[in-house]
């Protein structure tokens, strides 16, 4: 039977098992099904084989696993797939596992000579190498790359200690850095097309130089732990130190950051709460921003760091993607404390007058729904009747729309009341 099928629809298989045109963002993993789809489908028959061997973009997934004890099976795969995927573009992904950073395996070595060399096809490329890859710690990995990487649209790289050799890829779209106690080389290439920046803990200079060298045209960009300045007490920065005039969308995990970055287009805001990171926003540096996205531990006293934000119209609540696959997972959730809500719903003026709509994600912790809907109730219920503190002259935006995470059993009364409240759109 499967020789029956017309080469068209081969084809079509064959393209359907190839993957995505590029890898996960801002961080990927290795895929054993990707790794071993198309040999799989080159198995079924002597006539899928010879058609699977002449499809080169089915080769195309230079993935690795972090267990260096395979890297001797996968070495061999690596010989198979070089004559296959011909000139076609590769993505690449190689991770080491973090308890061998303090050897490296032959297999491993042998692997990466090998990927250097490929350099010139790499299309998306995710690296995360740890310590003690290089021969010496003062050298870049890839010092051996010289070309420029013309085809290279996306790159992930994570290690520690050495050099930070970026290289020459005129077209790079997506750039993220790992890469705590490196020092970037002072030959940082130009980026014209770059649009996302994603940085993990990194060198102070590293990323204040590359933040300085991308601010122009920079869309998105995401800040993982506050190691940028990390040897300049706060209070001694200058309110705009780095512009962004394109920037859109801004992730920090320490909400600090903000105060000393110009944004004047910035409409996605998403910021970790806490005690320790307190947004501190500067009123008139960002005042066209819409949605606010929160995660972390989240009290009254993030609703107070923020209210000069005069402008959202879209809370949420939930961690943002790319600090879900950059951090460590039980550093990734969100918590609202009641007391958010019940400040939310008491505090005069009201904060975030514009708000219309409340998302919540996926959560392991409960939404306080009582003081929930209190807020709800002190938006959309008519002068007197929410119970505040006092009356105010200018009347707030009613929330027309809330969003709950999928799946969750929220009791009857609070559904119940939230239709009432909101009868504009039932809550999803």
């Known amino acids: ?13 064959f393209d359907s098992f ?7 963002w801002p961080r990927d993993t290795y895929s054993h099904e990707r790794a071993c789809a198309p040999f799989i489908l080159a198995a079924v028959s002597r006539r899928w084989r010879f058609l699977a061997q002449s499809t080169s973009t089915l080769w195309t997934y230079f993935g690795f696993p972090p267990d260096s004890k395979l890297h001797g099976q996968h070495f061999a795969r690596l010989q198979i797939l070089l004559p296959l995927v011909k000139h076609t573009l590769v993505d690449v992904v190689f991770t080491r596992n973090q308890w061998e950073y303090d050897r490296v395996h032959p297999d491993t070595i042998s692997i990466l000579k090998v990927l250097t060399q490929l350099a010139t096809q790499w299309r998306s490329a995710d690296f995360d190498l740890g310590i003690g890859i290089s021969d010496n710690r003062r050298t870049s990995p890839f010092k051996d790359i010289s070309e420029e990487l013309a085809n290279l649209e996306q ?5 520690s200690y050495g050099v930070l050799q970026l290289f020459n ?3 790079l779209l997506r750039l993220h850095l790992s890469c705590d106690g490196v020092d970037l080389d002072h030959r940082v290439p130009y980026m014209p097309d770059l649009m996302a920046f994603s940085c993990g803990p990194c060198t102070d200079t590293t990323i204040k130089d590359l933040c300085l060298r991308v601010s122009g045209h920079l869309l998105e960009l995401t800040m993982v732990e506050g190691h940028v300045y990390r040897h300049i007490p706060w209070g001694e920065l200058p309110a705009a130190l780095i512009s962004f005039p394109c920037l859109s969308t801004l ?7 903000l105060a000393h970055l110009d944004t004047p287009n ?10 320790m990171h307190g947004i501190n926003i500067n009123p008139l540096g960002h005042v066209g921003i819409e949605h ?14 923020a209210e000069h934000i005069q402008s959202i119209s879209t809370l949420s609540f939930s961690v943002p993607e790319a600090i879900r696959k950059i951090v460590d997972s039980s550093a990734s959730y969100y918590e609202v404390l009641p007391a958010f809500f019940t400040e939310l719903a008491l505090v005069q003026p009201p904060v975030w007058p514009a708000l219309e709509r409340v998302e919540f994600g996926s959560s392991i912790f409960p939404i306080p729904f009582q003081q929930f809907l209190g807020f709800i109730e002190s938006r959309n219920l008519a002068r007197g009747q929410s119970g505040g503190r006092a009356e105010w002259t200018a009347r707030p935006s009613s929330i027309k729309k809330v969003i709950l995470p999928l799946g969750l059993q929220a009791p009857e009364w609070f559904t119940a009341r939230l239709e009432e409240l909101c009868p504009h759109d039932a809550p999803t």
């Open 1 to 13: 039977m499967p020789d029956k099928v017309s080469e068209d629809i081969l084809l079509l298989i």
């Open 251 to 257: 992730v920090l995990q320490d909400g600090r950051r």
């Open 155 to 159: 790159l992930s790289l994570s290690f």
């Open 169 to 171: 890829a005129p077209r």
């Open 18 to 24: 190839s993957g995505p045109a590029l890898l996960e």
């Open 292 to 305: 606010l996205i929160l995660f972390g531990s989240l009290n009254e006293q993030v609703i107070h760091n």
């Open 266 to 275: 910035l409409q996605t805001l998403a910021v970790k709460g806490g005690p």
